[in-house]
């Protein structure tokens, strides 16, 4: 398979590229889904549940009601249409009541005008929001034990994956050598089977695995040589995620014979369940991701984590949290999921957010406290610092350095563009071998036609001592991060520290009158690059972390709902990788990878609630969320408050102060998770109040999505109940309300809140007792002193005199009118 890590694309785009007038569009009807229909229809008994819980969707009622809705839903296009004008992709009865139908744009025009038919929205792309943190977070010590050690910590909890697969092989999803999973009846899912091998890709460990592509299958855009139509993994993130999360404990991580630690997933027992929606080079489809949900749901996850978000905004819904997408999460927790979502990847510029709605806990990446650094010594003693897991050069010996663009076997190779040192057939080994090559970073590397590895393997097969990659300019945001390599090598990230090297070289290198090198004389050498070094200025928010305001609209309207909600680490993650991925073309072919982005930090976020779902099975998914967020920090390793990679005026990164649009609630902490003290709950009511109070939503449309009409409202979005106050546009005065419940012994707490002087706060009571489940009113009065029209930080601490802290961020802006 590595050497089909490069050239896909064009075979894909191809394929894309045949695709008619039909398109893929999401239609929703009249009626109620599973999830909350209430019985009135003759024949059919009501399948919703009083509270926000799991329904049996074994049961008749329940599967009786989803071939009644199926039915419907295919008489509505059998009398819309002749047969073989269309084609059917999926129903929804679980979640949403509705279908994914690939028709054409005359056809959708048509069902928007038939009776019964509620929304018709042309579907979107979905795109990848693409170790060591067990000990990092204090897993080991201080919440493993709580749950009987690694080995049954996550025990019986399911996490769902929606993303690009599984590796079912790797070590990180064995159960050769741990305690044999029993059934878990509650589990419902199926193991899809191998057709080549007739076995399934399920072990105990991985519990379900299927695969949704009809949607892209539809679209063109799918090719089963490529894309595997299977749960197999063909990209590598798949695997990555679900082994953060839920990988086997204790996994030793080895690549070109060197061990960089060991891996583990933040809840070593909980049992994976794949639902594969993403595919290698177009991402995915909206209605092959929403049929992954449902069938999720109705399968019986505890948790689902999405490393994944849209690619634009749907051309029909105006309001962020009411896309299918969002809704159909709704209805998931409303089922009693637990749903962790990547914030996205268009950080640090504000207002990048990708995960929008109070029902879903959007996740911002870290960067925790390791850090791999090199260094190259020059000849003339000079000590360039830069960036590569390689081994060092022999020590105590210097090695001649040559430059690609010098050593090419003739003038007429100049076309493959040498410099990047991709291929070893256009220079000469005669005088490359024992020596170091010097290689240059070019925009090659940036659309993923070049790579590191690749450079490392022209210069081992050219008997190289050593590659060094020099970067000569940048673009701002270009993040450059380190990869393993067999050789050493070594990147120079800093455009002014390559041109040191550049004219080191060319002082030191004497040529004849037509260019050509007489002699080589720039020497140097390559420290040991293997070894991290942990830093106290950790955790950081990583500069790709998209930050906020939350957005109510896609006019960018702000929202009165803080986003992110929490900070995960989501940068340098080592976890397990499918040896066919080419997700990463520097780790094609590997076992592991070492990858950066909030797609890696929604899954610590994912299992670390399968902790907490173990610990307190019947809490709710905003119980969990409330814990997670209530008990996070704002200040680093060395106790200083939390700060933010930004770009400084020139290409080059610095920090800043972090604020709750970096960081939300603060950096997770897992054993402080397990015991909050006190919750802010809510839930399916409490969300379609949300939905009811945002200014600007049409009623009839969140009557189309949720099924229920606004009976009441919250006053102000930000009276909803999150651990979490966002006021986006205050004049005057506004009191908040917020309830918390009493999850601990009896304690007394005391109120006290702080905020930037542009705006006084205010909360009363001033404290409160609470018994073991009892609940209290409090109530935050936010007032603008000084007009700014820019936001305000500060917080609202209720201390317990047990010793529990529990801690809301205030984000809001003083406005005159």
């Not at 269309?86 to 009865?93: N, R």
């Not at 369940?273 to 991402?283: C, D, I, N, T, W």
């Not at 290198?509 to 090198?517: I, Y």
């Not at 009441?712 to 309830?739: C, D, E, K």
Request: net charge neutral; proline share 7%.
């Amino acid at each position: 398979m590595r050497g089909m890590c490069f050239g896909l694309v064009i075979v894909l785009l191809l394929g894309i590229l045949n695709v008619g007038k039909a398109e893929i569009y999401i239609i929703t009807v009249e009626g109620e889904p599973v999830i909350s229909y209430k019985g009135g229809i003759d024949g059919f008994e009501a399948t919703a549940s009083e509270s926000d819980e799991k329904i049996d969707t074994t049961s008749e009622l329940v599967t009786s009601y989803a071939r009644h809705l199926e039915k419907k839903h295919d008489m509505l296009l059998a009398l819309l249409f002749d047969r073989g004008t269309y084609k059917k992709i999926y129903s929804y009865h679980h979640l949403i009541n509705g279908f994914a139908a690939h028709i054409s744009h005359e056809q959708a025009e048509i069902l928007r005008q038939a009776p019964g038919v509620k929304s018709v929205e042309r579907d979107w792309k979905v795109r990848r929001l693409t170790t060591h943190t067990p000990q990092f977070l204090g897993l080991p010590t201080g919440v493993w034990p709580t749950g009987g050690g690694f080995d049954r910590a996550g025990e019986d909890i399911v996490i769902g994956f929606v993303d690009s697969g599984i590796y079912p092989h790797h070590p990180s999803f064995s159960s050769h050598n741990t305690e044999p999973y029993g059934p878990l009846p509650k589990y419902r899912g199926k193991c899809e089977v191998d057709p080549n091998t007739k076995k399934d890709y399920c072990n105990g460990k991985i519990i379900g695995a299927q695969h949704f592509a009809e949607a892209a299958k539809a679209a063109g855009a799918f090719n089963p040589t490529i894309d595997y139509d299977s749960p197999i993994d063909g990209d590598g993130h798949g695997s990555h995620t679900a082994a953060i999360a839920a990988g086997n404990n204790g996994i030793p991580v080895r690549m070109h014979g060197f061990e960089f630690g060991r891996a583990s997933g933040m809840a070593p027992r909980a049992r994976i369940a794949v639902y594969k929606a993403l595919y290698r080079l177009f991402g995915g489809f909206v209605a092959d991701v929403v049929a992954a949900i449902e069938q999720a749901v109705r399968d019986g996850v505890d948790i689902l984590n999405l490393s994944v978000g849209p690619n634009s905004p749907p051309a029909t819904t105006k309001t962020t949290f009411l896309n299918p997408f969002d809704a159909t999460l709704l209805s998931a927790v409303k089922a009693g999921v637990f749903v962790a979502q990547a914030a996205g990847n268009g950080g640090p510029f504000p207002k990048t957010l990708l995960s929008y709605s109070p029902w879903i806990v959007s996740v911002a990446a870290a960067v925790d406290d390791r850090r791999y650094k090199n260094h190259l010594t020059l000849g003339n003693g000079k000590i360039l610092p830069g960036i590569g897991l390689s081994p060092s050069t022999h020590p105590n010996r210097t090695f001649t350095m040559v430059a690609a663009n010098d050593v090419l076997l003739d003038s007429s190779v100049t076309k493959y563009s040498p410099a990047d040192c991709q291929r070893p057939e256009v220079l000469n080994k005669n005088l490359v071998e024992g020596n170091i090559l010097l290689c240059g970073y070019s925009f090659n590397f940036v659309v993923g036609t070049a790579s590191i590895k690749k450079v490392a393997e022209t210069a081992k097969a050219l008997g190289a001592a050593g590659f060094v990659l020099a970067v000569e300019n940048a673009s701002p945001g270009t993040k450059f991060d380190p990869v393993p390599v067999s050789i050493p090598g070594i990147l120079i990230t800093d455009a002014s520290q390559s041109m040191e090297l550049v004219d080191y070289y060319n002082i030191t290198t004497s040529r004849d009158w037509t260019g050509r090198v007489k002699s080589f004389k720039s020497t140097g050498s390559i420290g040991n690059g293997l070894r991290p070094i942990l830093h106290k200025s950790a955790p950081q928010v990583a500069i790709f972390s998209a930050r906020g305001p939350n957005i109510k609209d896609y006019s960018f309207q702000d929202a009165d709902l803080l986003k992110p909600d929490i900070l995960a680490p989501g940068s340098l993650i080592w976890a397990a990788w499918a040896p066919n991925g080419t997700d990463e073309a520097n780790f094609c072919g590997e076992g592991f990878a070492l990858i950066s982005g909030t797609s890696m930090a929604a899954p610590h976020i994912a299992g670390i609630a399968a902790l907490i779902k173990q610990h307190h099975p019947h809490w709710s998914p905003a119980a969990i969320k409330s814990a997670l967020m209530t008990t996070s920090s704002t200040i680093d390793r060395a106790e200083r408050p939390l700060q933010a990679q930004q770009y400084s005026g020139s290409e080059t990164m610095k920090l800043v102060p972090a604020t709750p649009f970096d960081y939300g609630s603060g950096h997770v902490n897992p054993r402080a998770a397990l015991d909050p003290g006190l919750i802010f709950n809510a839930g399916y009511q409490d969300y379609l109040g949300f939905l009811c109070t945002v200014p600007g939503i049409d009623p009839h449309e969140i009557k189309n999505f949720t099924h229920s009409p606004c009976n009441y409202t919250l006053g102000h979005p930000s009276n909803f109940n999150s651990p979490s106050i966002a006021v986006a546009h205050l004049v005057g005065t506004r009191t908040v309300t917020r309830t918390v419940i009493n999850v601990a012994e009896e304690e007394t707490y005391v109120i006290t809140a702080r905020m930037a002087p542009e705006i006084a706060i205010e909360t009363n009571p001033p404290a409160m007792t609470l018994r073991h489940g009892a609940s209290r009113k409090f109530t935050v009065t936010l007032t603008v002193r000084s007009v700014t029209g820019a936001y305000s930080f500060g917080e609202v601490l209720l201390k317990g005199s047990r010793g529990h802290k529990v801690r809301i961020p205030v984000v809001a802006a003083g406005y005159d009118r």
